[in-house]
């Protein structure tokens, strides 16, 4: 009896991994992507990443597959929701495929 060989798991990418991943697809596709750099005085939970195309708008905190917002990030998604803007979470690159068009 012969046993199948299991295909060996991909290596987990590094949040600073699926970021470039993101970036580069959305600015591929004509969006302009910022990176945002929290720093002192920054709005405590601001998503990772803000792209905008032809005045539509959304903006992007980027986890692992086991990576969770924190607070301040779930009280920033609320926000950007209240006020009727887009707020994705996105585990990889597929999260954003749609948006490439």
Same mark, same amino acid.
């Given at each position: 009896?012969?046993?199948?060989k299991?295909p060996p798991?991909?290596p987990?990418?590094?949040e600073s991994e699926?970021?470039?991943q993101?970036k580069e697809?959305l600015?591929?596709?004509?969006?302009?992507?910022v990176?945002i750099?929290?720093?002192?005085?920054?709005?405590k939970g601001?998503a990772? *990443?803000?792209?905008?195309?032809n005045?539509?708008?959304v903006?992007i905190? %980027?986890?692992?597959?086991e990576?969770r917002q924190?607070? @301040?990030?779930i009280?920033f998604e609320q926000?950007?929701?209240?006020?009727?803007?887009?707020?994705? %979470?996105?585990?990889? *690159? @597929?999260d %954003?495929?749609? *948006?490439g068009?």
């Open positions: 009896m012969t046993r199948l299991t798991e991909k987990k990418l590094k699926i970021q470039r993101i697809y600015q591929w596709n004509g969006w302009f992507v990176k750099h929290q720093s002192l005085g920054s709005f601001i990772d *990443l803000y792209a905008i195309k005045g539509r708008s903006w905190e %980027v986890k692992t597959s990576g924190s607070v @301040d990030q009280a926000e950007i929701k209240r006020h009727g803007g887009e707020y994705i %979470v996105a585990r990889s *690159l @597929d %954003v495929m749609g *948006l068009a």
